[in-house]
C-alpha cells in the first residue's frame, strides 16, 4: 500500500520560512517523479513544484519561483519543499503526489497522494 505523509506545516510570519517534507512508502520511490500541489480556500489545488526521478530536474510555478526549492532524498524516501520568502497569498494546504512518468507537471499524471500539510502565513 503506497502512502505519502507529509510533515512540516504550521504557522509563520510573513517573510518566513518552512520546509517541508514527504515520506513516501509502498513504492519504488526512485522511479517516481514527486511533485508539491497546493490548495487555497475556495480555490482549486495547483501545482506548485516538481522533481525528476534522479533529482536532475526540477521545475517550479511562476508564483514560487525563486522562493521555494525541491529536493529529494532516494536513499530516505523523501522529498521536501523549502518555502522561503513567505507571503501570505502562499496560505494553502500542501500536498505531495507521486507520478510514475519520467517528468510532469500535470495534476492528473500524479497516481498518489498525501493527506496535506496546512501552511498559514500571517501578514
Known amino acids: 500500500q503506497v502512502q505519502l505523509v507529509e510533515s512540516g506545516g504550521g504557522l509563520v510570519q510573513a517573510g518566513g520560512s518552512l520546509r517541508l517534507s514527504c515520506a513516501a512508502s509502498g513504492l519504488t520511490f526512485s522511479r517516481y517523479t514527486m511533485g508539491w500541489f497546493r490548495q487555497a480556500p475556495g480555490k482549486e489545488r495547483e501545482f506548485v513544484a516538481t522533481?525528476?526521478?534522479?533529482?536532475?530536474?526540477?521545475y517550479n510555478a511562476d508564483s514560487v519561483k525563486g522562493r521555494f526549492t525541491i529536493s529529494r532524498d532516494n536513499a530516505k524516501n523523501t522529498v521536501y519543499l523549502q518555502m522561503n520568502s513567505l507571503k501570505p497569498e502562499d496560505t494553502a494546504v500542501y500536498y505531495c503526489?507521486?507520478?510514475?512518468?519520467?517528468?510532469?507537471?500535470?495534476?492528473?499524471?500524479?497516481?498518489?497522494w498525501g493527506q496535506g500539510t496546512q501552511v498559514t502565513v500571517s501578514s
Open positions: 503526489a507521486a507520478s510514475p512518468l519520467s517528468f510532469t507537471v500535470l495534476e492528473y499524471d500524479y497516481n498518489y
Open positions: 522533481i525528476s526521478w534522479s533529482g536532475a530536474r526540477t
